[in-house]
């Protein structure tokens, strides 16, 4: 079974530029999770999605932070414009209901 | 708020010996999570605990659940080198299944 995917797995820019990050879940997993994890901490939960409709996006940075999963599948989550704090490495989840979360390799961004 | 708290946050070990890591946490859950991290890598799923006293064992590693201590405890028995990596506790919310929130990690190094 294939298992969580994301895209980029490495991201350099410049603050103020936009970035976008890609998830495609286990398939046949209904929620989706984006968590940021900053070097040092364990993973904050950013955004979660009940095939496409949003459960909790309590901890997302909205004035700069979007994520949409349109078709029920795959995820992309966007900054725009980005901060020297977003720095850190952002991961997708998914699971089957709310059962155990499978983590994708994450995407590392670095903003200077 | 759920806080999830974990100690010690680093943790140095001779092979062969034994340790407890310890998971505290705020509010009231029923379910509780232990993951491994290895470095640049991402999460990789441990026990899931369910319900009060509920204990899983997974090779050198057992982790237990005291819902009314609010305490979860990963005991590493005989350790080795492999088992060196961070390993985080992550706890869900009772009123969102599968809203975890994790601690900050223990970064586990075992020495020869």
């Known amino acids: 079974e294939a298992g969580v995917a994301q895209s980029p797995r490495y991201k350099i820019i410049e603050k103020r530029q936009s970035v976008a990050f890609w998830c495609n879940p286990i398939s046949g997993h209904a929620t989706l999770y984006w968590y940021q994890q900053i070097l040092g901490q364990g993973p904050k939960l950013l955004i979660q999605?009940?095939?496409?409709?949003?459960?909790?996006d309590s901890q997302l940075p909205k004035d700069r932070f979007s994520a949409e999963r349109l078709k029920g599948v795959d995820s992309t989550l966007k900054i725009q414009p980005a901060k020297l704090e977003d720095s850190a490495v952002y991961l997708c989840?998914?699971?089957?209901?709310?059962?155990?979360?499978?983590f994708g390799p994450g995407t590392r961004l670095t903003v200077l | 708020e759920l806080k999830v708290e974990q100690n010690p946050l680093f943790l140095s070990m001779q092979e062969g010996k034994n340790y407890t890591i310890y998971c505290n946490y705020s509010?009231?859950?029923?379910?509780l999570y232990w993951y491994r991290q290895d470095p640049g890598k991402s999460l990789e799923s441990l026990f899931v605990?369910?319900?009060?006293?509920a204990v899983k064992q997974e090779g050198r590693l057992m982790a237990s659940l005291d819902t009314k201590a609010r305490l979860s405890t990963l005991h590493i028995t005989a350790a080795v080198h492999d088992l060196s990596a961070t390993y985080f506790c992550?706890?869900?919310?009772?009123?969102?299944?599968?809203?975890?929130?994790f601690g900050d990690g223990t970064t586990l190094t075992v020495k020869p």
């Open positions: 605990l369910l319900s009060n006293g």
């Open positions: 989840a998914s699971s089957s209901e709310a059962d155990t979360q499978y």
């Open positions: 509010t009231t859950s029923d379910r």
């Open positions: 999605f009940q095939n496409n409709g949003v459960v909790d």
């Open positions: 992550a706890v869900d919310n009772n009123t969102n299944a599968g809203k975890s929130t």
